[in-house]
Structure formats: structure tokens, C-alpha cells
């Protein structure tokens, strides 16, 4: 009895090691390169596949800037830097003009492939610039007095 209760430790063991890479992969493949290649092969049958890592909390808004130019243009620069010792997925980027009372007045998305110059990969401890050049046409951008900016995964 004893044995088949161990036998079933050592399943349930290696169920739970299974999960925990399936889980994990896209950071197993970071941070050990060699098993890139197992972990997709693994990966196949379940449907899922390895990918650059996503850790947002490694992502950091380093410096930004909005100005306008003429009119309704306006410059949007934005530098990213990744405190993590791997490199990660390049974020979508969520920009929100306010006004005095810091409500927002217009909200945009960009996703990463629609913004210019970006990589698909933010190097570990790397920086990124990005430079967004805006038309907004809305008239109540005229009461702006400020901006948020924001990076996330979708």
C-alpha cells in the first residue's frame, strides 16, 4: 500500500512540475535559452506556444513628453526602460490628454506594432524611445491641461 501511495505522490508531483512549466514557459525560455526548444515541443499538444516574457512590473515610463506644434498637431515622446534582467514583450501604451481637474478628455490606445521605431523585444536593462506625432481633431482638446501615460499587456 505504502508504494502505491508513493507511486502516487511522485505522479501528483510531476503533474504539479507540469503545470508550473506550462505556467511559467515564456519565463524558462528567457532565462534558459536551451530549453526553448523543449519547452515548445512540450507546448504543441497543449495549444499553447512560448513567447517573450510579460512583466509589466519591469517596464518603466523613464521620461515623456507631449507639445504641441501648430494647431491641432502634437509630439508625443516616450522613453521605456526594462529593470528586469531578461528582455520582455514591448507594451501597448494607453495615452489620456486632461484637463485642469485631471478628467479625461480623449483616451487612446496604441498597441505595440502601431507605434513607430518599436521593437517586438525591450532589451534587459534597456531603454526605448518612441515618438508619436498626434492630429487631434476633438474640439474640447482646446480645455487640455495635461496628460497620463500608461503601459500595459493586453
Same mark, same amino acid.
Given at each position: 500500500?505504502?508504494?502505491?501511495?508513493?507511486?502516487?505522490?511522485?505522479m501528483?508531483?510531476?503533474?504539479?512540475?507540469?503545470?508550473v512549466?506550462?505556467?511559467? !514557459?515564456?519565463?524558462?525560455?528567457? $532565462?534558459?535559452?536551451?530549453?526553448?526548444?523543449? &519547452?515548445?515541443? =512540450?507546448?504543441r499538444? #497543449?495549444?499553447?506556444?512560448?513567447?517573450?516574457?510579460?512583466?509589466?512590473?519591469?517596464?518603466?515610463?523613464?521620461s515623456?513628453?507631449?507639445?504641441?506644434?501648430?494647431?491641432?498637431?502634437?509630439?508625443?515622446?516616450?522613453?521605456?526602460?526594462?529593470?528586469a534582467?531578461?528582455?520582455?514583450?514591448?507594451?501597448?501604451?494607453?495615452?489620456?490628454?486632461?484637463?485642469? !481637474?485631471?478628467?479625461?478628455?480623449? $483616451?487612446?490606445?496604441?498597441?505595440?506594432?502601431? &507605434?513607430?521605431? =518599436?521593437p517586438?523585444? #525591450?532589451?534587459?536593462?534597456?531603454?526605448?524611445?518612441?515618438s508619436?506625432?498626434?492630429?487631434?481633431?476633438?474640439?474640447?482638446?482646446?480645455?487640455?491641461?495635461?496628460?497620463?501615460?500608461?503601459?500595459?499587456?493586453?
Amino acid at each position: 500500500m505504502r508504494g502505491v501511495l508513493w507511486g502516487l505522490c511522485g505522479m501528483l508531483a510531476l503533474g504539479l512540475l507540469g503545470q508550473v512549466m506550462v505556467h511559467e !514557459r515564456d519565463s524558462l525560455a528567457a $532565462r534558459l535559452p536551451a530549453a526553448g526548444g523543449w &519547452l515548445a515541443a =512540450a507546448c504543441r499538444p #497543449l495549444g499553447c506556444s512560448v513567447g517573450a516574457v510579460h512583466q509589466i512590473e519591469s517596464v518603466v515610463i523613464d521620461s515623456s513628453n507631449l507639445a504641441r506644434r501648430l494647431d491641432n498637431f502634437y509630439a508625443f515622446d516616450l522613453v521605456l526602460k526594462n529593470t528586469a534582467t531578461v528582455p520582455v514583450a514591448f507594451p501597448a501604451l494607453e495615452l489620456s490628454l486632461t484637463d485642469s !481637474r485631471e478628467n479625461v478628455i480623449v $483616451r487612446r490606445v496604441f498597441l505595440p506594432d502601431e &507605434l513607430p521605431g =518599436a521593437p517586438v523585444l #525591450l532589451p534587459a536593462q534597456g531603454h526605448q524611445s518612441v515618438s508619436l506625432r498626434l492630429s487631434i481633431a476633438d474640439q474640447s482638446v482646446s480645455s487640455m491641461s495635461g496628460y497620463r501615460a500608461l503601459v500595459f499587456y493586453p
